[in-house]
């Protein structure tokens, strides 16, 4: 007689298979073999606590992941195989992917290199196992972004050469110094910068924006690879959750250190998000919705109406300069496009004025702001294209030291006044856009000081060679990836695969 | 003197608006009585005040065959509120405090 | 040190001024015209002229905007300290340091 095998209950399983594993070192000093997690000054009392919702062990794991990509790759065949790129509502579109595939996938590659050292360094099972999972799903978000956009590389400008241009191209900085900020920090900072406020407070802010906007525009492969990745998203919001919460909960005095790396982290994403902002209101010839109402739902509704009474009960408050963010919703898009227009000559994408639809749509998306203050910049670039120019700014913009932005943001109550903030450290003078990105500074300028700013770098010669050519030439932009999209390579080509046989002939 | 009731916060989950997840959101529809539904573009809102509860069985019943609830992450696009239990049965989203 | 780190952290500004040799960067703002997204970075000698500043420097940039012309009257200020200068005047002698921001007010 044969005893029925017992089966273990997932949460047993799951257990069994990742903390059980776990030893106690004898031959090595933990302090030795776990050397990162005391510099913080965060306390931790009790690995075990650390709580893994999903309770995938890698078996599940790889098997789920393999389905979702089988489901993935079988889109990206078909959108291929069926001249897909074609079907784009407007070539103008791709601006918004290629701002994506140079500034949000190498993050997630970034991201994998740094949940892989947390994989090795911290010390509780259970976070290292959850902290593993998320390295290979980065990887693998690292890697279908770049196979999902690779099909439209064939046709299209400005893809060619994401990952060097990740490392050399002005506005790249922003989000290329905002992770190398969260790489240097310490593990527990991490976790709290990328695990929690990036993919917790402000991930819905980056992601929907962009997937929405696919599916809106006929770009169906971005659309499926958003899905495919929401539910992994899934799995990361709940790590930054729980880290966050272990972290309050294991004692009080790591409270006030986090709730400054809330205050610090929110606003350098915030900043980053700028690039989000002027996607949804310019970039995208099919509108989503506006920045103005993406903030207010994501951010405002979500998080401070939904995650912060919730934390409150640990004594976090909402970050500080949050008012200052939900004040810059009306002028943030516009400021920022603005901007881009203008430089777009050094930018591995195209600009072009808002047609008078789009005009009319921002008008009504901003009633407070956008016919008083933006629309006139409009109508004169407008001008200056009727006449038969096209307004490039002849020089290089101040950039913020912290955020790397251009300083195109306004002072606080007064959209046409431009916030010009410095502080002296060590006899020298750094110039800020903003209360937030100052804070950031004098708490640490330490490590502000040694930003990599690309006017500043330029200046010294680092970037190809003294003239414009020169660093447009190290950038590794091609003909057709920059500058203005009317009569670009892009509307050029487009025309033409479109066209009828009598207008080919 | 009544005390003020509390605002019960929404939980809520995102599904993939897709043939196999339609079992999902009937199982939950059925188990949450005071939940709401919306359909957007691609994806199924499901919201509901305070507690959301998916059962295995309730799926199952409905999809005709096994399920576990690992396979909820196939369908799964966001969710608010704090997962409060994941085990072979149920899953629970709600908030902590 | 306010930095928390493993081990001693202290590392040199990558933009102090001695990289720029004789010269600096500086700072131009048009403050009252949002045509411009943003202030100018240039790096200018601390030896040039008003003069060379203005017409090699300034001029051109503010000539991307179709209603500047020789006629566009300014008030000017360095690190928000108002200036008068002459053309032969030094950047140096004008009080104009690494990173300082020259404004203008365009009048009328």
Same mark, same amino acid.
């Given at each position: ?46 690995? =075990? ?8 062990? !890698?078996? #599940? ?12 790759? #079988? ?70 972004? !770049? ?21 050399? $191209? ?6 290329? =110094? ?36 696919? =599916? ?27 880290? !966050? ?77 949050? %008012? ?8 943030? =898009? ?18 072009? !004025? ?29 001008? $200056? ?14 950039? @913020?030291?912290? @955020? ?28 800020? @856009? ?20 690309? $006017? ?6 680092? @970037? ?40 080919? %002939? | ?84 239990? /994941? ?7 709600? /908030?902590?405090? | ?108």
């Amino acid at each position: 007689m044969t005893a029925t095998p017992r089966k273990l209950s997932m949460k047993q399983r799951y257990a069994a298979l990742t903390r059980d594993l776990d030893w106690d070192l004898s031959y090595v000093d933990p302090a030795e073999a776990f050397p990162y997690t005391t510099f913080e000054g965060i306390t931790v009392h009790d690995w =075990s606590q650390w709580e893994d919702p999903f309770r995938l062990t !890698i078996d #599940a794991y790889t098997k789920y992941q393999a389905e979702k990509d089988k489901r993935l790759y #079988a889109v990206l065949d078909s959108f291929a195989q069926s001249q897909g790129h074609l079907q784009l509502a407007d070539p103008r579109y791709l601006n918004a992917m290629k701002l994506f595939l140079q500034g949000v996938t190498p993050l997630e590659y970034a991201a994998h290199r740094n949940f892989a050292f947390l994989a090795r360094f911290l010390n509780g099972p259970g976070p290292r196992f959850a902290a593993l999972c998320q390295c290979e799903d980065e990887i693998r978000h690292a890697q279908t972004e !770049i196979h999902t956009l690779s099909n439209y590389n064939k046709y299209y400008g400005g893809m060619h050469n994401w990952h060097a241009q990740h490392d050399r $191209v002005w506005y790249l900085s922003v989000p290329k =110094s905002y992770f190398d900020d969260a790489l240097s920090a310490g593990p527990f900072e991490f976790l709290i910068a990328i695990g929690f406020s990036f993919e917790y407070l402000l991930t819905n802010l980056l992601f929907v924006p962009f997937m929405s906007g696919a =599916s809106f525009n006929g770009d169906l492969p971005t659309m499926t690879f958003g899905f495919s990745a929401q539910s992994d998203e899934s799995r990361h919001m709940t790590l930054g959750l729980e880290a !966050i919460k272990f972290l309050l909960e294991q004692d009080a005095g790591n409270v006030p250190i986090i709730q400054d790396w809330i205050d610090k982290w929110f606003w350098r994403g915030y900043r980053v998000t700028s690039l989000v902002a002027q996607m949804l209101d310019y970039m995208l010839p099919r509108k989503v919705m506006s920045w103005k109402e993406a903030f207010e739902l994501y951010f405002e509704q979500q998080m401070l109406g939904g995650l912060f009474p919730d934390l409150s009960y640990y004594g976090i408050k909402p970050p500080r300069h949050v %008012s200052q963010a939900m004040a810059e919703k009306d002028v943030l =898009s516009h400021q920022v496009y603005w901007t881009l227009y203008q430089f777009s000559f050094a930018a591995a994408f195209t600009t072009t !004025i808002p047609d008078e639809e789009h005009l009319d749509w921002l008008s009504a998306q901003y009633p407070d702001t956008f016919d008083r203050y933006y629309r006139p910049l409009w109508d004169k670039a407008r001008r $200056v294209v009727d006449s038969g120019g096209r307004f490039f700014y002849q020089g290089l913009p101040q950039l @913020c030291q912290v @955020c790397q932005i251009p300083m195109l943001f306004s002072e606080p109550g007064d959209p046409a006044m431009l916030c010009q903030r410095h502080s002296v450290y060590r006899g020298e003078r750094y110039d800020f @856009c903003s209360d937030g990105c100052q804070w950031i500074f004098d708490r640490e300028p330490e490590k502000y000081v040694q930003a990599w700013l690309p $006017v500043h770098q330029i200046y010294q010669g680092d @970037c190809g060679g003294p003239t414009v050519p020169d660093v447009l030439a190290w950038y590794g932009l091609a003909e057709g990836d920059s500058g203005e999209y009317e009569g670009s390579v892009e509307q050029a080509d487009w025309k033409r695969w479109h066209a009828s046989p009598a207008e080919r %002939s | 003197m009544t005390t003020p009731t509390k605002k019960v916060r929404e939980v809520g989950v995102d599904l993939q608006e897709s043939e196999e997840n339609r079992a999902i959101i009937e199982a939950v529809e059925a188990d949450n009585a005071d939940c709401a539904v919306r359909h957007m573009p691609g994806l199924v809102r499901i919201t509901t005040p305070g507690r959301l509860v998916i059962n295995r069985t309730s799926v199952e019943s409905r999809l005709g065959r096994d399920w576990e609830t690992h396979e909820f992450q196939l369908a799964i696009v966001s969710y608010f509120g704090h997962i409060a239990e /994941w085990d072979d049965d149920q899953i629970v989203i709600q /908030w902590d405090h | 040190m306010a930095v928390r780190a493993v081990g001693d952290y202290d590392f040199p500004s990558r933009s102090r001024q001695e990289l720029y040799g004789d010269d600096q960067l500086v700072h131009l703002w048009w403050r009252n015209n949002m045509w411009f997204c943003a202030a100018a970075c240039f790096r200018a000698p601390k030896a040039m002229t008003w003069g060379d500043f203005r017409a090699g420097m300034v001029d051109p940039l503010f000539s991307c905007d179709p209603d500047f012309g020789p006629r566009t009257r300014f008030e000017w200020s360095v690190d928000d300290q108002p200036v008068t200068r002459a053309d032969s005047q030094t950047l140096a002698e004008l009080g104009v340091g690494h990173k300082s921001l020259i404004a203008c007010r365009s009048l009328g």
